[in-house]
């Protein structure tokens, strides 16, 4: 599987993982994907095949409801990079919009129905 670079606008929060090749993406329509609009891989990345590193504690974690997801962004430029999935706790779904050489706004990409679930 390749391995991709991705990073928040600022730098603070860059993380690379093993994923497979992107060539499309997921949008949901849950309350807080709809607010972050959002393109996201249409994998989950295994802890072991992402590395994540955070300059001076930039990462910050937002939960609601459950509190199993896990959805984080740097403290310094606001950007979502990453969070851990509802559905498979432990595990990222990456933000396409944030890894490097991946052209967001030209991929095609599948709507979850979030909402519903
Ligand atoms: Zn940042």
Not at 2 to 16: E, K, T
Not at 59 to 68: S, V
Not at 111 to 116: P, R, T, V
Request: glycine letters at 8%.
């Amino acid at each position: 599987m390749p391995v991709y670079q991705g990073s928040c606008h600022c730098g603070n929060v860059r993380f690379s993982f093993h994923a497979p090749e992107i060539v499309e993406g997921v949008r949901c329509n849950c309350s807080i994907c709809e607010k972050k609009g959002a393109m996201m891989g249409n994998f989950v990345v295994d802890p072991s095949d992402i590395d994540i590193q955070v300059s001076d504690d930039f990462l910050a974690t937002y939960e609601f409801a459950t509190h199993i997801a896990k959805h984080h962004f740097c403290k310094q430029c606001g950007i979502y990079t990453f969070h851990q999935a509802l559905r498979k706790p432990g595990h990222y779904r990456v933000h396409l919009g944030c890894v490097d050489g991946v052209d967001v706004l030209a991929l095609p990409y599948e709507l979850i129905d979030g909402a519903s679930l």
